[in-house]
Structures are given as structure tokens and as C-alpha cells.
């Protein structure tokens, strides 16, 4: 008998033991996992240039290694600007130091690239022009963008300071790399540790972001430039690494407050925001746009403009960031609890927005174009084709009279106290007072009558309604208003059938639910007027 009951015993404790090891390496895991720490990953450039095609045909450019000119193509790095033909790019690779993203030195020198010097240059030293077209001389260096003399170079002193946008740029001799475990990275490295430089509060050092391998090339171009003026490591591709993965630089600086450079569409930016609203740093980074995409209502509202063409002087980005002004965006959070159905609850959701939130007509618009942009016959990206197809989409919405009724599909409280809500199409939640790409509704015909403003920092919200799509396109042009409903802090919708919604241009379809709209804390953002 006792045979057996040791056996028995023997289970259990294995059991027991199993059961254990389980659990401690549950909770090893779990430990791990919490403390998991993203690294950028940034190109190794004592490996090679960072080539891309020479674009201005116009100048002479000469090669870097051969001296010769490059005649029909050649390449040139956006980070150090070194100049190649195909037959010398290998030589450059191994010959000519491109750019570092870290240096192991306490003080920075100058980082002098011969030739090819910008137009209309002028030696640092003696203030006369430099031979910016003729022969391959004179020299540029890559990191304070001085330009000099041959004859004059040894006049000046060694020591660079990084110029006049020293206070964007994270210094290279601040920045600690590691390899990357992973052998088939062996071209990059990761970004271990940052330090901050002693130059004073007014150091803020710039991320540039954007999707690299977006439709147009204009978010490529951007970070191309940013690559030239900055430090390599501060030009963030999210084709390439993720938002958290991004921000984990604001991260590593975490004494310093950072700004970030978002070039692209109101869907970047959400996508970006919400990485920015987890990041544990004592002061968010700042964020300007660089308006990209269609829409781009945030960027009109901030005083960034309707869009801006990817071929833009990035210097005359950077005065402009430096001439912007700091303040705060209301972020929202849209809670969406599903109705039970056949004795079931589908689990709640929630979504974040900063620009509006809508139900009706305008998200169908929004649905219809979500869907084409899907489907495999959708073969163009580019924006004006985009604006014709949501055009159309706009126009056959306009026969389909979609969303009639919808006052009777849904209850509104705004505050605790509900409204009556008039014939209506769509209702929507205005965070900034930019809406459907440029449309100011709030405000729109009431010049000279007393009405609180449309703020994107106040905590409130404003909500208009929309009787039809075509009253959507006569406020375009101006000639009608929209059904102004209220304004509040909270907001709570019963939705009995299903309807389009959309948050931020984000469409889907919304079965029977209560939606609970509430604020979620503020960003920081650079607006210029
Ligand atoms: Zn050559
Ligand atoms: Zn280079
Ligand atoms: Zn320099
Ligand atoms: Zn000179």
C-alpha cells in the first residue's frame, strides 16, 4: 500500500513543483515584459553613405572621390552630402567618413565635405563667395553647415559648435550605441543611452517623423533633409520602427523636453499622439506638423497650413518652429459599450480623437472611400485622385440620402441634460474648429455675434448637426451654416440601429450602443499664427 502512496506523493509534489516553476517564471515574465525597453534603431554610418539619387540637375556636381561631374545621375548622401558616380560609390563608402551619429569624443570638431557647396555660399572666415559651381573645391562642414575656403580653412579654429540650430540637434558626441543582437542587422545599431549637452533650456532637440514609403515621396524628402541638418538618429521613418519605438528617444532625454516634427496626415498624427500620451518623461514632447496627407483639419487649426509641398526648404521649417508658440490639445476618449443582443454583451471598446468625432452622413462619405482605398482595383494614392474619388463618393450619397432620420435612432446628453435634437444627418463632436479639410463650422457666418469660440484647450466641445450631404457642400463653399446643438465636457449618446461612425477620419459602422465621450488629458503643441 505505502508503494502507492509514495508514487502518489510523488505526483503531487511534482505537481506542486511544476505548478511553482509555472508561476515564477509567469511572474519572471511578466516582470520582463513590463520593463520592456523599445530601442531605435538607427543605420550605421561608419559602414557606408546613406545614397540617394542626385535630384538638382541644374549644378554642377562633381564626384566626391574622382572629381569628376557627374553627368546624368550619380549619387549623393542626404546626411553628409558626399557626391558619387556609380563606379566610385564603393570607394566612397570605404574612403570618405559619412556623418557619425556617435562619436566617442568629449568636444566636437568640424566635419569637413569637399565640394559641392550650396549656391550662393560665403566663406565663414573672410565673408567672400565661395566657388559653388566651377571647380571641385572649397569645403562645407556637414554639422554646423559652415561653408569656407580652401586657403582659408586653416584660419579657423577646429572646435564646431553645430551652427544656428544647435539647439534642434542632439550632438553626436551625446549619443552611447550598441550593436544590434540580431547578425542580420549587422549595418545597424541601437541607441543606448542619450545625454543631455549643457547648453541651457532653450536646447530641445527635434525627432522628425513620417512614413517614408507614404503614396507621394514628399514625407521621404522631409526626412532626407532632416538627416542633412540633424543628427541621422533624429529622423524616424515609420515604415521602419513603430511610434513607442520612435518616442524612445523623448524617453532617454528624460530631463529634456523634445519637439517632434510630424510630417504627414491627421492619421499619422493620432497614430503618434497616442504613443506620446503613454511615454513616461517629466514633460511631453512638443509637437508641430508638417502637413502632408488630405484633410489635415489639426494642422489648419494649429496655424500649420493646408498642406505643404515635400520639396520645402527645411531650414525655413526649423525658424519657423523656433518663431512657434507652446500650448495644449484636449485629447478625447470616445467609450463605445455595445447592447446586449440575444442575451449577449459584446466587450466595450474605446477610441482616442483630438479632432472630431461624428455620426451620420459625413462618416458614411468616410466609410464608402475607406472601403474603395481597400479593394484590389484602388491602384492610385496619389492626394488629388483621393479628393476626386471622396468627391464622387460625396456626390452618389447625396441621391442615396443615406442617414435620414437619424435624430430618431439617437439620444443625446450633453451634461446630464438631454437634447432635443433637430431633422438631422450627422452629429458631430468638434474638439478644433476645423473640420471635412478646412471647413470652420462653429464659427462660420457669425461675425459680429457674441458666441464662445471653438478652442481646441478648453475641455469642451462643441456639436453641430448636418441635415444632409449637400449641406455639407454648401458650407464648403461657404453658403449655409451648420444646426448648432451645444456645447459641454460630457457626452452621452444611446444609438438604437447600426450607423456609420468615425473618429479622427477613421470610419466604421456602429451597431446599437451608448457611447460616453470624455476628455483624456492634453498634449503639448507648437502653434504659429
Ligand atoms: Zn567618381
Ligand atoms: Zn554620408
Ligand atoms: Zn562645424
Ligand atoms: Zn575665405
Known amino acids: 500500500m505505502w508503494p502507492l502512496l509514495l508514487l502518489w506523493d510523488m505526483g503531487l509534489s511534482g505537481i506542486i513543483i511544476e505548478v511553482l516553476i509555472g508561476l515564477i517564471g509567469l511572474d519572471l515574465f511578466f516582470r520582463v515584459w513590463r520593463r520592456k525597453i523599445y530601442y531605435v534603431k538607427v543605420h550605421d554610418f561608419s559602414k557606408g553613405h546613406s545614397w540617394c539619387s542626385v535630384s538638382d540637375v541644374e549644378l554642377a556636381v562633381h564626384c566626391s572621390v574622382c572629381e569628376h561631374v557627374l553627368l546624368g545621375g550619380g549619387m549623393r548622401c542626404d546626411s553628409c552630402g558626399v557626391c558619387a558616380d556609380e563606379g566610385c560609390m564603393r570607394r566612397a563608402d570605404k574612403r570618405l567618413k559619412c556623418k557619425q551619429v556617435s562619436i566617442d569624443a568629449i568636444s566636437m570638431k568640424h566635419q569637413w565635405v569637399k565640394g559641392n557647396l550650396p549656391p550662393e555660399s560665403t566663406c565663414h572666415v573672410c565673408e567672400e563667395d565661395c566657388d559653388t559651381e566651377r571647380h571641385f573645391s572649397d569645403f562645407r562642414c556637414c554639422w554646423c553647415q559652415w561653408t569656407v575656403h580652401e586657403k582659408c580653412l586653416p584660419n579657423l579654429a577646429d572646435l564646431c559648435n553645430l551652427g544656428i540650430y544647435r539647439n534642434f540637434i542632439i550632438p553626436p558626441n551625446c549619443i552611447t550605441l550598441r550593436r544590434s543582437p540580431r547578425g542580420r542587422l549587422r549595418s545597424q545599431c541601437l541607441v543606448a543611452s542619450i545625454k543631455e549637452p549643457q547648453w541651457g533650456p532653450q536646447w530641445k ?15 521621404c524628402h522631409i526626412l532626407s533633409s532632416a538627416r542633412k541638418v540633424l543628427n541621422a538618429v533624429q529622423a524616424i521613418d515609420l515604415s521602419d520602427q513603430e511610434p513607442k519605438i520612435a518616442l524612445q528617444l523623448c524617453a532617454l532625454l528624460k530631463e529634456t523636453q523634445c519637439r517632434l516634427l510630424i510630417a504627414g496626415g491627421d492619421g499619422t498624427i493620432a497614430w503618434v499622439l497616442n504613443a506620446v500620451q503613454n511615454l513616461d518623461v517629466k514633460n511631453l514632447p512638443e509637437m508641430a506638423v508638417l502637413p502632408l496627407g488630405t484633410g489635415n483639419d489639426l494642422s489648419r487649426a494649429l496655424g500649420w497650413g493646408p498642406h505643404i509641398d515635400g520639396a520645402v526648404d527645411f531650414r525655413s521649417i526649423l525658424k519657423k518652429i523656433e518663431n512657434s508658440s507652446s500650448t495644449l490639445l484636449d485629447r478625447w476618449l470616445v467609450e463605445l459599450r455595445p447592447s446586449r443582443h440575444l442575451g449577449i454583451r459584446f466587450p466595450s471598446r474605446s477610441v482616442r480623437f483630438n479632432n472630431y468625432f461624428s455620426i451620420g452622413v459625413d462618416a458614411r462619405v468616410a466609410l464608402n472611400f475607406h472601403l474603395t482605398r481597400q479593394s484590389p482595383m484602388y491602384l492610385f494614392s496619389h492626394r488629388l485622385f483621393n479628393k476626386l474619388i471622396y468627391f464622387t463618393y460625396g456626390t452618389k450619397d447625396v441621391v442615396e440620402q443615406s ?17 432635443e ?14 473640420w471635412g479639410a478646412g471647413i470652420k463650422p462653429w464659427n462660420m457666418g457669425q461675425d459680429g455675434v457674441f458666441m464662445p469660440k471653438c478652442l481646441f484647450g478648453d475641455g469642451i466641445m462643441e456639436v453641430i448637426g448636418i441635415s444632409s450631404s449637400f449641406h455639407i457642400a454648401q458650407m464648403q463653399v461657404g453658403m449655409s451654416e451648420p444646426l448648432r446643438i451645444g456645447r459641454g465636457k460630457h457626452f452621452r449618446l444611446r444609438l438604437f440601429g447600426k450607423q456609420p461612425v468615425q473618429a479622427d477620419g477613421e470610419p466604421w459602422e456602429q451597431g446599437d450602443s451608448e457611447i460616453i465621450i470624455e476628455s483624456c488629458g492634453q498634449v503639448p503643441v507648437l502653434t504659429v499664427s
Open 421 to 434: 435634437l433637430p431633422s438631422v444627418q450627422a452629429i458631430v463632436f468638434l474638439n478644433v474648429d476645423s
Open 403 to 419: 442617414c435620414e432620420g437619424l435624430e430618431h435612432q439617437i439620444q443625446l446628453f450633453i451634461d446630464d441634460k438631454q437634447i
Open 205 to 219: 532637440p527635434l525627432i522628425v517623423i513620417g512614413n517614408g514609403k507614404s503614396g507621394s515621396n514628399e514625407a
